[in-house]
């Protein structure tokens, strides 16, 4: 049974340009979640994905947009990087009851010079 | 008041040593609390469920205080393999959004 996949693991872009990063929920999963979790701070909440509309969001801007697709996986787009964009971004999917645990992919760590 | 706030400094501790974390929230409805451990550049993972009655697992204890708003977390004998950033978690709302706290850091030292 697999968890939740990333891709990729690390990823270097440069002031202005654009990202996607993909996710993958753990099998039976239909709810997807998306953080930024800075160097030594806790995962921020962006924005969760359920029967591919978002849910819900944190305090990002437009910049930050998604995705979910059929299949219940799920794109993170970054428009016009930033610097402070640098961190670890985090995906985690659960199912689509309040009390259900969310399970965490591995991230990808984006990096903007 | 932050939603979930927790005191950011590492513990360095000696093998076996009880150590004790702390969270305060600030009040929203329906909310549930999660202790998450996080290794180094590694995804946070569930560690237990904290309930008002208490949750206890091995050596690990994780408390409500509703009336005071905070949580807590206890880890008794500590061993260098408990080493690693504990996270207090807070899922409130009807869509059970989820709020991090910052994240302590614990170094167990042999």
């Known amino acids: 049974d697999a968890g939740v996949t990333q891709s990729p693991t690390h990823l270097i872009k440069t002031r202005g340009q654009q990202v996607t990063l993909r996710c993958s929920p753990k099998?039976?999963?239909?709810?997807v979640s998306w953080y930024q979790q800075a160097l030594g701070q806790g995962p921020q909440f962006i924005f969760q994905y359920y029967e591919e509309e978002e849910r819900q969001r944190g305090n990002f801007p437009d910049r930050f947009s998604g995705h979910q697709f059929p299949n219940y996986s799920s794109e993170l787009n970054v428009n016009a990087l930033l610097l402070g964009d640098s961190a670890l971004y985090l995906c985690?999917?659960?199912?689509?009851?309040?009390?259900?645990?969310?399970?965490f992919g591995p991230g990808t760590r984006l990096t903007v010079l | 008041r932050k939603e979930v706030e927790q005191d950011p400094g590492p513990f360095n501790v000696p093998e076996g040593a009880t150590v004790a974390f702390n969270c305060t929230y600030s009040?929203?409805?329906?909310?549930?609390f999660f202790w998450y451990r996080q290794d180094c550049r590694k995804e946070p993972k569930l560690l237990m469920s904290?309930?008002?009655s208490g949750n206890e697992d091995g050596r690990f204890t994780a408390q409500l205080n509703r009336a005071s708003q905070y949580i807590s977390l206890l880890i008794r004998d500590s061993k260098l393999s408990d080493s690693a950033t504990y996270l207090c978690?807070?899922?409130?709302?009807?869509?059970?959004?989820?709020?991090f706290g910052i994240g302590r850091k614990l170094q167990v030292i042999p």
């Open positions: 904290v309930y008002s």
């Open positions: 009040n929203s409805a329906s909310q549930s």
């Open positions: 978690v807070r899922t409130s709302g009807g869509y059970q959004k989820v709020t």
């Open positions: 099998s039976g999963h239909d709810t």
């Open positions: 985690a999917s659960s199912l689509a009851v309040p009390t259900d645990t969310q399970y």
